[in-house]
């Protein structure tokens, strides 16, 4: 009786644990993939914000080298700017800070003439946008056409004819339909699965306040990510909702099968065992906590997409640890696997939170690096990362030495294809391991 009482007592536990297991990786599969949705979700986003603010300056620097055209002749400049950009709700030119001129003008006459000298909390932010010398964001705000927008406030300098230097002339504000361009990203399908919040009003990224979600949602987040533009971040954060992870028969099966079938206890949790081993080796973290193969192929194909609409370019660098096997071989298996998580964070502290860090398995990383067309700073890229790479890791006290060899590719330019631009940066890397 008191063994039956124990083998019953060991059953309840262990479904209960097993039980555990299960909602676990239920919850790791939803992550997975509200994760993967969030990156394209923030790199659309991402993309298509910049591209409206990169817009605008084609205006400011007109305007910088033909400070004395007028309004008519500013009126094809503008309208081209918003036909090629859905986002942009209208744009105000305000010389001497004073605005006579304002595109399209139908549904904003209430802005021509305004002075922004007597509206102070205007005049603050194009004071510091003058004396920084850069465009700032202000926002999200409330329009008064409806919606919310963000604004974003530009000063322009142009050099006087007497020989004095620079001068200011006035500012540039461009209004994006904040709402349109959240939706055209499709929020309410990511809002409808998730939790979503968003932080960084006026673009004070995570120290800004919230502007959409609540402050809880951003507390108990499961992740975070950035969306980072000229000057400025908004911080994204998303939670899973219990209801998102299935039917009541998902979550609870191992309930619903191991309660009724509790007599048949040695069969039933050695077959429990075997498969939720299994599912417990699958719901576990990377060794290392950053991205796989599969996350690495999804990322560049989404950078590629963005790369069609927009022509932002980046680049790839693959890493590959030399002596990785000695390690190994030399200090055991769990020193080999501190080196691994010791190289992963090296490479997330030295990229920036937009940037891709990801393991192709053994000793070999892969990152993408978003926004980077040029050869001279990737180069550089590379010199920081080795310089990191390259520093000894130091388990129970005792110091291992670790180098690494890099090489990379820049997209369009090396490859079209996630192989292509692998197999490149595989090239360059094995060529610069032999100058080593």
């Known amino acids: 009786m008191v063994a039956v009482s124990c083998s019953l007592l060991l059953a309840f536990f262990a479904i209960e644990h097993f039980h555990s297991l299960h909602y676990q990786q239920l919850r790791q599969q939803q992550l997975s993939q509200a994760q993967t949705q969030l990156v394209k979700f923030r790199a659309n986003l991402e993309a298509e914000l910049n591209a409206a603010l990169y817009a605008s300056w084609g205006l400011v620097n007109y ?3 033909n400070p004395h055209t007028s309004p008519q002749q500013w009126q094809l400049l503008a309208q081209g700017i918003i036909e090629n950009h859905q986002n942009i709700r209208n744009l105000a030119i305000a010389p001497d800070n004073m605005v006579n001129f304002v595109y399209p003008l139908a549904g904003n006459e209430a802005v021509l003439g305004v002075d922004y000298s007597k509206i102070p909390e205007q005049l603050a932010m194009i004071d510091a946008a003058r004396q920084q010398r850069q465009m700032l964001i202000a926002g999200p705000v409330d329009l008064v056409q409806g919606g919310r927008g963000v604004i974003a406030r530009i000063p322009v300098f142009y050099r006087a004819e007497d020989g004095t230097g620079e001068q200011y002339w006035g500012s540039v504000a461009v209004v994006l339909d904040l709402d349109q361009l959240l939706q055209r990203q499709q929020l309410t399908e990511l809002t409808a699965q998730y939790k979503i919040a968003m932080r960084g009003t006026d673009g004070k990224g995570a120290s800004g306040d919230i502007f959409m979600g609540s402050e809880a949602i951003y507390a108990q987040a499961d992740f975070y990510d950035a969306v980072q533009f000229l000057n400025g971040s908004w911080s994204i954060a998303i939670q899973l909702d219990s209801q998102q ?5 998902q979550q609870q099966r191992v309930r619903l099968i191991g309660y009724p079938y509790v007599t048949a206890l040695f069969l039933m949790l050695m077959a429990l065992f075997r498969w ?15 991205a796989n193969r599969r996350a690495l192929d999804e990322r560049m194909q989404v950078l590629m997409q963005v790369y069609e609409r927009h022509q932002i370019k ?4 693959v890493v590959d640890l030399n002596g990785f096997k000695y390690v190994n071989d030399s200090f055991g298996h769990h020193a080999g696997d501190l080196v691994l998580q010791h190289t992963a964070q090296r ?3 030295n990229t920036r939170a ?3 860090v990801a393991r192709l398995g053994g000793d070999e990383f892969v ?3 978003m926004g980077i067309d040029n050869e001279r700073v990737v180069s550089r890229q590379v010199d920081k990362l080795r310089a990191a790479l390259n520093q000894p890791v130091v388990v129970k006290e005792q110091q291992i030495a670790v180098s690494a060899s890099l090489g990379c590719a820049l997209f369009p330019m090396h490859g079209q294809t996630v192989e ?5 940066a595989d090239i360059q890397m094995y060529k610069n391991r032999r100058k080593e």
Do not use: C, K, N
């Open 367 to 369: 990152l993408v690096l």
């Open 245 to 249: 992870l299935g039917s009541v028969w």
């Open 347 to 349: 490479l997330l502290v």
């Open 63 to 65: 305007l910088t080298l």
């Open 314 to 317: 980046f680049a790839v660098i």
């Open 354 to 356: 937009t940037d891709t």
């Open 420 to 424: 292509a631009l692998l197999q490149h």
């Open 276 to 290: 939720y081993r299994r599912t417990y080796q699958e719901a576990m973290l990377p060794l290392t906590g950053v």
